[in-house]
């Protein structure tokens, strides 16, 4: 996650290209106002860089640029304050966040803010429903994965893959259970001194609906929020149809740019995960982020999935959940689920959807 907030540009455009995982195509209204004609509302864009590490866009209609600038930096003060509190690798004054937590590892409990009590222990509700496929406590394992790919991008003549030894001695440090949550108290504490939090697979979704919620309660409508490849929105199109949602294709070689069209309802998401967002190639095989915890190394059955349902933490956290399981496993899960559909690509274009999936696409 980045330390460094990037001023918000504003644009006058119909199409917003979103990076990472997903491309909007819509033209809607944001923070509708029921007084106004569409025809005095203007089409506007925010984009900023650097939250979570990844681009940020907001798109929809106002009066007048002052007027979609003040709400348009409301939703980024906000997704501010989340990255600061979900940081892994940065310092902030006057911040306790996940990086002071992992840095008191085996010394001390930490005193935190409610909003990463309610993070790791919705990211505890989450490893238990996804049998341990999405577990925050991998950061002991992930932080060697993450100095191999850095190392082999900046330096790819040389990329190469950690020891099964290491990572399985590392792998001995990442218990949930000795992630200890004081809710009363304010505080975490990791028990044991060689463990690290790693919240990359479910921070983004959940600061998006936290943002999503916040808005919702304080009367928007008609809101398109990107944050990465995590897409939310409140409400529906300013014209009164639905949010339309293209899917990138994982294929970054293809000419066909998008491999699904969706519509969202109210209150939907839609978030993918896969190969083609952060990777490395050693000896001419592509390594994702995404570590199966089963094999302690990259998952690489599909290029992607994608998951709608109407909560952006749980679809982060699921959509890294199907990519670590087998087709079937992911079937069967998905179908066990109310209000969940999923999509996978495999890496020749295949795909496979889940039994209602494909009522929200594009005919």
């Not at 991008?153 to 218990?175: D, I, V």
């Not at 390594?287 to 059955?301: E, G, K, R, S, V």
């Amino acid at each position: 996650m980045g330390g460094r907030m990037n001023k918000a540009k504003i644009t006058s455009v119909g199409i917003i290209v979103v990076l990472m995982a997903l491309i909007l195509a819509v033209q809607s209204g944001l923070f509708g106002n029921s007084a106004a004609s569409s025809e005095e509302m203007k089409h506007y864009t925010a984009s900023f860089l650097d939250i979570f590490d990844t681009k940020t866009d907001i798109v929809g209609y106002a009066t007048n640029e002052a007027e979609f600038t003040k709400q348009a930096d409301a939703i980024k003060e906000r997704l501010v304050y989340y990255n600061n509190l979900y940081d892994i690798y940065n310092n902030y004054e006057g911040v306790n966040n996940i990086k002071t937590i992992n840095e008191h590892a085996g010394q001390s409990p930490v005193k935190v803010d409610a909003a990463i009590i309610e993070l790791l222990q919705y990211s505890k509700e989450m490893y238990e429903l996804t049998g341990g496929r999405v577990n925050v406590a991998m950061g002991s394992v992930l932080s060697i994965w993450h100095e191999y790919r850095e190392d082999g991008c900046e330096n790819p003549e040389r990329a190469k893959l950690p020891e099964l030894s290491e990572l399985q001695a590392a792998a001995e440090h990442t218990n949930i259970e000795d992630v200890v949550i004081d809710a009363d108290a304010h505080t975490v504490y990791l028990a044991d001194p060689k463990m690290s939090l790693d919240v990359g697979s479910i921070a983004k979704g959940y600061a998006c609906q936290r943002v999503m919620d916040e808005c919702r309660a304080k009367g928007m409508d008609h809101v398109l929020l990107s944050l990465g490849g995590n897409i939310s929105g409140i409400g529906i199109r300013y014209d009164g149809s639905s949010f339309r949602v293209a899917i990138q294709n994982p294929d970054l070689d293809s000419e066909e740019e998008y491999i699904e069209k969706v519509d969202l309802e109210d209150g939907q998401c839609v978030v993918s995960s896969g190969d083609y967002q952060r990777y490395y190639v050693v000896d001419g095989k592509v390594y994702c982020h995404i570590i199966n915890p089963d094999t302690l190394f990259p998952a690489d059955t599909f290029a992607a999935v994608s998951i709608i349902t109407k909560d952006s933490g749980k679809a982060d956290a699921l959509s890294t959940a199907l990519y670590n399981m087998t087709l079937e496993e992911g079937q069967a899960f998905v179908a066990s689920q109310d209000d969940v559909e999923a999509m996978w690509v495999y890496h020749d274009g295949t795909k496979v959807y889940s039994e209602h999936f494909q009522e929200s696409t594009v005919k």
